[in-house]
């Protein structure tokens, strides 16, 4: 996926190529439950269910999806390095205090998966409708692809031309690495 990424970038006319799990406005393909830096549970709650999206660093550009405070992922959230994310401006205002999610602690499971790896929140994202348009955002968390690579991803190409002239060289791109695709 990242040479694709980086084949795309060199076509004339692209702002940002990026990939994602889901797309909006209804394709979400994964939700998890998730624990908030100080939320405690009682024997037998759930953890609360959210939107999980593994994405690349130019997914926020391609979507317009704008970075509300802190920062987005960049090349420094790899492999090896402190495991981040980022949560949606719902997610933020319901479970931290105040909605000051920046620097507090993040990870995916509840009760039941007490042992999950926490991750610093590195920033708060605008809302984005995954369940459709008629609907409420829902918590969302973002989780970088980097550290977490996905098998089956959406490819997104924002163009500063019209999209259909340059689908010629998109899908030559992706031929160019493997002619199956």
Not at 75 to 100: F, K
């Amino acid at each position: 996926y990242q040479r694709l990424l980086e084949r795309l970038q060199t076509v004339p006319g692209v702002q940002h190529s990026a990939t994602a799990v889901s797309l909006p406005p209804d394709q979400v393909t994964v939700t998890d439950n998730f624990t908030a830096e100080g939320q405690r549970y009682a024997i037998g709650d759930a953890a609360p269910v959210g939107t999980m999206m593994v994405v690349s660093e130019s997914y926020f550009g391609a979507l317009r999806i704008p970075l509300l405070r802190g920062r987005l992922f960049d090349e420094r959230d790899r492999a090896g390095s402190e495991e981040v994310v980022l949560v949606n401006r719902t997610l933020a205002d319901r479970y931290y205090p105040n909605g000051d999610a920046v620097g507090r602690r993040f990870r995916t499971g509840g009760p039941e998966r007490p042992n999950n790896a926490w991750m610093r929140v590195v920033g708060i994202v605008g809302d984005v409708k995954y369940s459709g348009l008629a609907e409420p955002p829902d918590p969302a968390f973002y989780l970088p692809f980097r550290q977490h690579p996905w098998s089956g991803q959406y490819v997104v190409v924002r163009t500063a031309v019209p999209p259909g002239s340059v689908i010629t060289q998109v899908r030559d791109a992706v031929w160019s690495i493997d002619r199956e695709l």
